[in-house]
């Protein structure tokens, strides 16, 4: 193993252990690099590859941190990732939407609150075809997020928000080519909210499956080239 990974092996431990906690000032670089028996070159390397994955923050003047490690936080390479890959197939995103959003439907149906579940009904109601579609879409990505939020589990929140918010395009697309898409999107919506608001939790994830994979078939249905979204 390279001293470089070793050294990144070592912070990560001492986060992991306790040694360094969340929002934690790292010691100066001579002092670092001395009680872990390595170059400042080597030290620098590892801080720079861990702030890469958003696990320290390089404040420069002023030192390096260790980062809140929230899942938001550490998410935020992923997507990266996506981003640097949207060349590849979109229908590729929704298959990783299909596989997620079904399960923040069925926990948002046991842990939203009937407020939020009432606020969700809402926001669907709030849908009309003769809406922008740009106002369309900042309504689905709020509708989803709100679901994904609710389900208690901020790593899988993190993720369907990141792959959700890069399938924007498609989303756009779809409401320009396709005549029913906004009515469509508010029958199923509105499905998958009453489902919650019900505390149907097998049902709210059938909706949301049926939803997504909807989109997805269409997609297929009427793209020759998944790569062609303007």
């Given amino acids: 193993m390279a001293i470089g990974d070793v050294v990144i092996e070592n912070i990560k431990a001492m986060i992991l252990d ?4 969340p929002g934690d000032r790292l010691p100066s670089e001579k002092e670092f690099a001395e009680s872990l028996g390595v170059s400042r070159l080597s030290l620098r390397e590892a801080v720079r590859a861990l702030a890469m994955t958003r696990i320290l923050d390089v404040r420069h003047g002023d030192g390096t941190y260790v980062t809140s490690l929230t899942p938001d936080v550490l998410l935020e390479t992923l997507g990266f990732i996506i981003d640097f890959h949207q060349d590849a197939s979109i229908l590729d995103l929704f298959e990783v939407r299909r596989a997620l959003e079904p399960l923040a439907a069925e926990k948002a149906a046991l842990l939203m609150s009937k407020q939020d579940s009432a606020a969700l009904v809402e926001l669907v109601e709030q849908l009309d075809s003769q809406m922008p579609v740009d106002e369309v879409v900042v309504n689905d990505l709020e ?3 709100r679901i994904a939020k609710a389900s208690g589990n901020a790593v899988l929140c993190a993720f369907i928000d990141s792959v959700a918010g890069r399938t924007q395009r498609a989303r756009i697309w779809r409401g320009v080519t396709q005549p029913d898409a906004v009515a469509q999107t508010r029958r199923e919506h509105m499905a998958i909210a009453n489902a919650i608001a019900d505390r149907q939790p097998s049902i709210a994830s059938a909706c949301s499956l049926a939803h997504v994979a909807g989109i997805e078939n269409w ?3 009427n793209l020759a080239d998944p790569k062609e979204i303007p």
């Fill in 143 to 145: 509708f989803h997020h």
């Fill in 18 to 21: 306790g040694r360094l906690k």
């Fill in 219 to 221: 997609l297929r249905r």
